[in-house]
């Protein structure tokens, strides 16, 4: 194979991920504060990974002025109950047509409640 030149540059933001609770068969959203720390041209799409089993979201799309991110998450009524910290967010961004690719928010939690749970009761 080639050698092919490899440029390696600061991260463009970190982020954080706040945690969340929600009940089996709801849906919730996600934020994540967002810190720039170098300005990028266009736009870049968020997807929120690590997601336990029954547990889906759908992308969202900042710009460099962007200070937080909201992402909705929907669990299925047999989403695996418990406190999950494996959530992470995939941020993509273009730099001279090609995708760069960050791994941010490491450690976000989501606590996934049984249905049938008053409010306020203690678990």
């Known amino acids: 194979?080639?050698?092919?030149?490899?440029?390696v540059v600061a991260p463009y933001l970190d982020l954080a991920i706040?945690?969340?609770?929600?009940?089996?068969g709801q849906t919730t959203r996600l934020t994540?504060?967002?810190?720039?720390?170098?300005?990028?041209?266009g736009t870049a799409?968020?997807?929120?990974m690590g997601l336990p089993g029954?547990?889906?979201s759908e992308p969202a799309v900042i710009t460099h002025q962007s200070q937080q991110v909201v992402l909705p998450v929907q669990v299925a009524a047999d989403a695996l109950v418990g406190l999950h910290k494996t959530l992470y967010c995939q941020v993509t961004l273009q730099r001279n047509g090609q995708p760069v690719v960050h791994h941010l928010g490491r450690g976000g939690a989501l606590r996934i409640e049984p249905t049938g749970i008053p409010d306020g009761e203690n678990r």
């Open 45 to 48: 799409t968020v997807e929120l």
């Open 18 to 24: 706040e945690r969340s609770v929600v009940r089996r």
């Open 54 to 56: 029954g547990v889906t």
């Open 32 to 41: 994540a504060k967002i810190e720039q720390k170098v300005a990028f041209s």
């Open 1 to 7: 194979t080639q050698i092919a030149p490899l440029e």
